[in-house]
């Protein structure tokens, strides 16, 4: 199994998200928590303990054995992309999902063979190559497969068989047919709540850095260089230029645009200061855990609902991936119904 790592950049004076998962979850699909209380949530039942030390062999699918050797590849390849390892509170849980998966992906391989799936060298090498151009070189390549584990020839068969399961998975997805006008008409007539727009705002700042545990003299140097800044803001210099020269925030390059943000959006300080101020108007200095802004609104959109032709696109392919997704997982579900699985752990 390949792994692919990304990373994202952040804004000082936003707040960070409470958890990725759901806020792609929610940027994706357009969904929000449902108004109200929900009922508190059944504790989930605890996974079964894994042994300390662990079998040659985990489990049988359709009687080929999934490997201890297999198994500590995946665990090893998942504390490198997480940069630590398993957590000792979390192993049993974090194995369990690990050896779940092993099985899933030998399932799917025996399905690949059965239907006899090809895959040429031309695209083994394709994939490795594109693998390859992620990383500054081939010693870097030769260094991140030595910390995972891997060979070349291992990386290679592992390509091999994860093309041909994406293969099939696309070929299984595909089945399923588009949704209708008329079904991406009733999903959003139905949840009216997920195309609501709050009152947003849109500004920009420039941001004067200073740590929150620096001292009295460092704050208060950064502090007058952010003043001094202002008074050319007063005096009608261009806020733009200036966000770009001084801002040490990632906005400055785009002249401290945060584009709009709703409230709650930003941390609270920088929040309140923004939502006071009138289209065109300068805040006074404003304090935050990231330092010294000045903030300047550029314009204010009312709270509103989206209309249907802005979203309807939208709406259709988020069905269309959530069918593809159902599809496939109804087919995986398939796979483990008719087959001979034996956990020995």
């Known amino acids: 199994m390949l792994v692919v790592a990304t990373m994202a950049g952040t804004v000082a004076c936003r707040k960070p998200p409470a958890s990725s998962a759901s806020a792609t979850t929610a940027a994706t699909s357009g969904e929000s928590a449902p108004a109200g209380q929900a009922a508190p949530a059944?504790?989930?039942?605890?996974?079964?303990?894994?042994?300390?030390?662990?079998?040659?062999?985990?489990?049988?699918?359709?009687?080929?054995?999934?490997?201890?050797?297999?198994?500590?590849?995946?665990?090893?390849?998942?504390?490198?992309?997480?940069?630590?390892p398993v957590p000792a509170e979390r192993r049993d849980e974090i194995f369990r999902k690990a050896l779940d998966e092993l099985v899933t992906y030998k399932l799917r391989s025996q399905e690949t063979r059965a239907r006899k799936i090809v895959v040429t060298d031309a695209e083994v090498d394709s994939t490795i190559k594109q693998m390859r151009s992620q990383l500054p070189s081939d010693q870097e390549f030769t260094k991140a497969l030595a910390a995972r584990g891997m060979t070349l020839e291992r990386l290679k068969s592992d390509a091999r068989i994860d093309i041909s399961i994406n293969k099939m998975m696309e070929a299984e997805a595909a089945a399923q047919p588009a949704p209708g006008d008329a079904q991406v008409r009733e999903f959003y007539d139905k949840n009216p709540d997920k195309f609501k727009q709050d009152e947003a705002c849109r500004a920009s700042h420039i941001l004067f850095k200073v740590d929150e545990s620096a001292d009295a003299a460092t704050k208060e140097k950064v502090r007058d260089q952010a003043e001094s800044v202002l008074k050319e803001v007063r005096a009608g210099a261009d806020f733009a230029?200036?966000?770009?020269?001084?801002?040490?925030?990632?906005?400055?390059?785009?002249?401290?645009?945060?584009?709009?943000?709703?409230?709650?959006?930003?941390?609270?300080?920088?929040?309140?200061a923004a939502f006071a101020l009138k289209p065109g108007q300068i805040s006074d200095i404003v304090t935050t855990q990231f330092g010294y802004h000045i903030i300047k609104v550029t314009e204010f959109r009312a709270a509103s609902t989206v209309k249907f032709e802005q979203v309807s696109e939208r709406i259709k392919e988020y069905l269309t991936e959530q069918q593809k997704q159902q599809k496939v997982e109804a087919f995986i579900e398939s796979l483990k119904q008719k087959a001979t699985i034996e956990v020995l752990v």
């Open 42 to 84: 059944a504790a989930p039942t605890p996974p079964k303990p894994m042994p300390a030390q662990l079998p040659p062999v985990l489990a049988r699918v359709n009687g080929e054995d999934v490997t201890k050797v297999d198994f500590d590849r995946l665990i090893k390849n998942m504390e490198v992309s997480a940069q630590k």
């Open 241 to 272: 230029e200036l966000a770009r020269k001084h801002s040490a925030d990632g906005s400055a390059q785009q002249g401290g645009d945060l584009n709009f943000f709703t409230k709650g959006q930003m941390v609270p300080a920088f929040d309140q």
